[in-house]
């Protein structure tokens, strides 16, 4: 079985714990877990992640900062990027899509739909 | 006999040979040639005579007629089982969006539970109980109160979407919080998304037993929070009991901390 490695970049423990609660529903799935942006920017490029999913509001470095450098990377340029915030305004969402974000979920989120769309764009 | 004659002896044997097969198959063609004539001829002899005689006739009528009513029958059994295994499928189906939605629900709850009972440092608590509101309610504005027990007041602990000096201390009894909290009862008003007022949406109060700890006030929603769900209902419930268990866990542990601290220091002192 194809093991799918997923980054889940939130400074609220209680998200990440969701998070990683909802995925590990997928069997094949590994994840690792950065506190903030710059944590998170450290481990996407100096390990193969086969999607990453951030949030927008963090400490140190935004999800937005972390999307636009991780866009400019070229080894990184076609991974996917699952944006999760609380911020739920259209130009957010068109500001995150722009720099180069997949999805854009709001939360609060169901863990439902997050499986949903990362099964999607792992196609698995 | 010579070389030649060998050879032309070996191939008259497999010509021979070949020759016997054919005359087999021919034989056996003719056999079924003769069978098959033998079954068009009763055949012909039955429907003929069916034809001729009314009795058998009417019962070779019959025979079909008990047939394709068995089989109508047969049919009928086959669509009324299809249609009851569509039914439990749709059943099932619909008890797996409800297990899928238990499930999900009960991975918030724990979730929360969790993370209230993960530390003993009151900021941490606190922070913790406005990250799940936040994040798992949806709030946008909110304040936790804590009873202050000298004043015996409502005072702000905690704040997010307002600065925590905006919001006011209340009086047990006094006003939607100060009510909430004196009859240990949640108060609602209609939530509307993205719509701030000094009037809290929903009022928490935090008890443990009968005893009073303070509570969680929701003034705003997120603009994409459109309603509270009954998982809202639940985590409501959850945090009046688990945040008032745990910030009394954390101000209790703060008291005995700091109790240590100047017990520590007396006796270094009488010590010294």
Redo the contacts between chains.
């Keep these: 079985m194809q093991r799918h490695r997923i980054l889940i970049v939130e400074d ?4 990440r ?2 998070l990683v ?2 995925l590990k529903r997928i069997p094949s799935v590994e994840i690792v877990e950065a506190r903030d942006g710059m944590d998170g920017l450290r481990k996407v490029t100096s390990d193969h992640f086969d999607l990453a999913m951030v949030d927008i509001n963090m400490p140190v470095m935004d999800g937005l900062k972390l999307i636009h450098l991780i866009r400019d990377e070229e080894s990184l340029a076609t991974m996917p990027i699952v944006v999760i915030t ?1 911020e ?2 259209e130009e957010d969402r068109a500001r995150a899509l722009a720099l180069g974000a997949d999805e854009y979920l ?3 989120v ?3 739909s997050v499986l949903a769309v990362v099964k999607g764009l792992l196609k698995i | 006999m010579s070389q030649r004659d060998g050879e032309l002896f070996e191939r008259a044997s497999e010509f021979l040979a070949m020759f016997r097969r054919g005359a087999e198959f021919t034989r056996e063609l003719v056999e079924e040639n003769a069978r098959l004539r033998r079954s068009k001829l009763e055949l012909e002899t039955r429907q003929s005579d069916a034809a001729q005689d009314p009795k058998e006739w009417e019962r070779l009528r019959e025979e079909l007629v008990d047939r394709i009513q068995g089989l109508e029958s047969e049919r009928q059994d086959a669509l009324e089982r299809l249609g009851t295994l569509e039914q439990e499928n749709r059943s099932f189906a619909e008890r797996f969006l409800q297990i899928e939605e238990e499930n999900n629900n009960l991975a918030n709850l724990y979730v929360a539970s969790f993370q209230l009972h993960s530390t003993l440092d009151l900021q941490e608590v606190l922070r913790i109980v406005v990250e799940i509101v936040i994040n798992l309610v949806g709030a946008e504005v909110l304040c936790v109160y804590g009873i202050d027990e000298r004043s015996g007041r409502l005072e702000p602990l905690a704040a997010e979407g307002r600065e925590r000096t905006a919001f006011r201390d209340t009086a047990l009894g006094s006003g939607v919080i100060g009510e909430a909290v004196a009859q240990g009862e949640i108060r609602y008003r209609e939530a509307q998304s993205g719509a701030q007022s000094d009037e809290p949406l929903v009022c928490i109060p935090l008890q443990v037993g009968e005893k009073a700890i303070g509570a969680i006030a929701l003034f705003g929603l997120l603009m994409q929070k459109e309603r509270f769900t009954a998982l809202d209902h639940e985590l409501f419930t959850l945090l009046g009991g688990h945040a008032a268990t745990a910030l009394l866990a954390a101000q209790l542990h703060g008291q005995s901390e700091r109790k240590l601290n100047t017990m520590q220091g007396l006796i270094q002192l009488l010590t010294q």
Excluded: C, V
């Excluded at chain 1, 609220?12 to 998200?15: D, E, G, R, V």
């Design positions: 609220s423990p209680t998200m714990q969701l609660f909802a609380t739920g305004g709001t939360k609060p169901q863990a439902g």
